[in-house]
């Protein structure tokens, strides 16, 4: 490898410099060594010939040589920070649990016409870019694909007893994942990705921490910066011996054998192959993608704007198009229906009365109020729930309240320095992405007036600094967005779909006895900012 150890990078063989910077002991970072970035060239280049003639360096992995993940997106969204799929944490999450969800979906890849994760599932068959499943993933698919959910087998523990039982459990699982992905099994009901496939337990990841913190004081990057309970099984030798790896000096693995080192091409120091792996392959360019993992036309590549893989459907989704609603009995729970938003894909939000208070609900979510019970369904005046035991269907019918009637609700008060942070713009970029991201900013209520509705009565969402921000107050009731007065949910679902390219709204609210016009200005931080600048 060709490099500068103490400027800290090396010559990918592709045009490129890369350079590479790492924690010391204390946590400052230094340059990496030539050694330490082995592993990152080992993707992070292209094999070509440089201004040295037999210099070559590198793997080719890569579409471009530089593994580049950009984050920018096109218009007024511009460039965005890592935000792991909106990860949304769960206080009450056990320490081995699943510590939270996604907000997010599976974003299509532009080509394939299917996720990206969904993609790397089905092709590596594991949860990281060295194909190691970790035991909580496992836990996920093993209670998930079962024979008896109509699958072809259930999911097989992997069996190391030799390399052909190794190859054959490997194939079944690939099959099964295909199956899974096909069935929607990586998706929750809203769409988003489930959170058991992306985010360990709380345990998992205070233990990955610890080890990598035992690396970090040792400086012992040379042998890589990945640390692991225990060597992966994808470390380990299972191939046919007629087929084996070899070491550099020509003796073979054995079955099980942990891989330290691989064979290379010596003969000839002017070969564009000198240094280069000799050992043949697994990948089988006879069994090209989708039936196989041969996919040598494979780009990284999103459509965009972003569209996300369908959420399975659900199996009361038939009730929505029933005409006969009344054969749906009426639930006997304590719930009354206040508020309800329906989404094109048959999804929605419902606004729940129970007691002295309201709680919003997302179909499928289990209702926090009555353990069992969950929002299957919104359908056109009705909220459709399940209780998971028996699979008994009931129903909540849209109660009829008048604006007379609204509630007198204390104001909400956020404090000067905390608003000052407060980037509308960002939260408008974020719910471009994901629509479902609004509701951290306002809970909507349907006010019913004579059987029809006149508009949505408003409170705040999670995040009550941004329904401050925006100008609004706690029992105001939107009547209209831009001038177009909200009589339809149809109305309400448009505004969804285009609020990533709106700069500025003006809302139309009943405040009271009065109806006054806010606007909504979603570049107010940034040109504040750039004056402080240009200043």
């Not at 959910?149 to 190859?167: H, M, N, V």
């Not at 360019?285 to 039936?291: L, M, N, R, V």
């Not at 007036?449 to 009550?464: H, I, M, W």
């Amino acid at each position: 490898m060709y490099g500068n150890d103490e400027q800290g990078w090396v010559d990918n063989g592709a045009g490129w410099l890369l350079s590479g910077y790492i924690e010391d002991k204390n946590g400052a970072l230094r340059p990496q060594t030539r050694e330490e970035m082995t592993q990152c060239i080992g993707c992070h280049s292209g094999i070509t010939r440089t201004e040295f003639p037999t210099f070559t360096s590198g793997s080719g992995n890569t579409v471009d040589s530089t593994w580049a993940m950009p984050r920018k997106f096109a218009g007024d969204l511009g460039w965005q920070e890592m935000n792991y799929l909106l990860y949304q944490a769960d206080q009450n999450s056990a320490d081995t649990a699943v510590p939270g969800k996604a907000r997010q979906g599976d974003p299509l890849n532009r080509d394939l016409g299917k996720g990206e994760l969904r993609y790397f599932l089905e092709t590596v068959v594991g949860a990281s870019l060295y194909g190691d499943m970790p035991a909580a993933i496992e836990a996920v698919l093993a209670s998930t694909i079962r024979k008896a959910d109509g699958y072809s087998a259930d999911w097989p523990a992997l069996d190391t007893s030799s390399a052909e039982r190794f190859q054959q459990v490997q194939a079944l699982r690939q099959t099964l994942m295909r199956e899974f992905t096909a069935k929607g099994g990586h998706l929750a009901a809203d769409g988003t990705i489930k959170g058991g496939l992306l985010y360990p337990p709380e345990r998992d990841a205070l233990a990955t921490a610890a080890r990598y913190r035992q690396v970090v004081v040792s400086q012992r990057y040379t042998k890589g910066k990945d640390v692991f309970a225990e060597t992966p099984v994808t470390f380990r030798h299972f191939r046919d011996p007629a087929e084996a790896l070899t070491r550099v000096d020509g003796t073979p693995y054995q079955t099980g054998e942990i891989i330290t080192e691989r064979a290379v091409e010596l003969d000839n120091p002017a070969s564009f192959t000198y240094r280069a792996g000799n050992i043949a392959t697994q990948i089988d360019d006879s069994k090209p993608y989708p039936e196989g993992n041969y996919n040598p036309a494979y780009l990284p590549l999103l459509k965009f704007p972003l569209q996300f893989e369908t959420a399975p459907a659900p199996a009361a989704r038939a009730m929505q198009q029933r005409s006969d609603w009344n054969a749906i009995p009426l639930t006997d729970l304590p719930l009354c229906l206040s508020g309800m938003l329906r989404l094109p894909t048959g999804q929605g939000f419902a606004v729940i009365e129970h007691q002295d208070g309201q709680f919003l609900v997302q179909s499928g979510r289990e209702l926090h109020t009555h353990q069992g019970v969950k929002l299957v369904e919104v359908g056109e005046r009705y909220a459709l729930l399940q209780h998971v035991d028996d699979g008994h269907l009931e129903k909540l019918e849209l109660g009829v309240r008048s604006q007379a009637t609204a509630p007198v609700a204390a104001p909400l008060t956020i404090a000067a320095d905390e608003l000052a942070f407060v980037d509308l713009k960002a939260f408008r970029d974020n719910a471009a992405l994901d629509p479902y991201r609004l509701f951290d900013a306002v809970q909507p209520e349907a006010v019913v007036v004579s059987g029809k509705l006149s508009g949505y009565r408003l409170s705040p969402g999670t995040d009550p600094a941004l329904f401050v921000k925006a100008g609004l107050k706690t029992g105001d009731v939107l009547l209209a967005v831009n001038g177009v007065r909200l009589e339809s949910e149809e109305q309400a679902v448009k505004l969804l779909e285009q609020y990533s390219g709106t700069i500025q709204l003006s809302l139309t609210l009943q405040r009271g006895k009065e109806e006054v016009n806010v606007p909504v200005n979603f570049q107010e931080l940034e040109l504040a900012f750039n004056t402080v600048v240009s200043g």
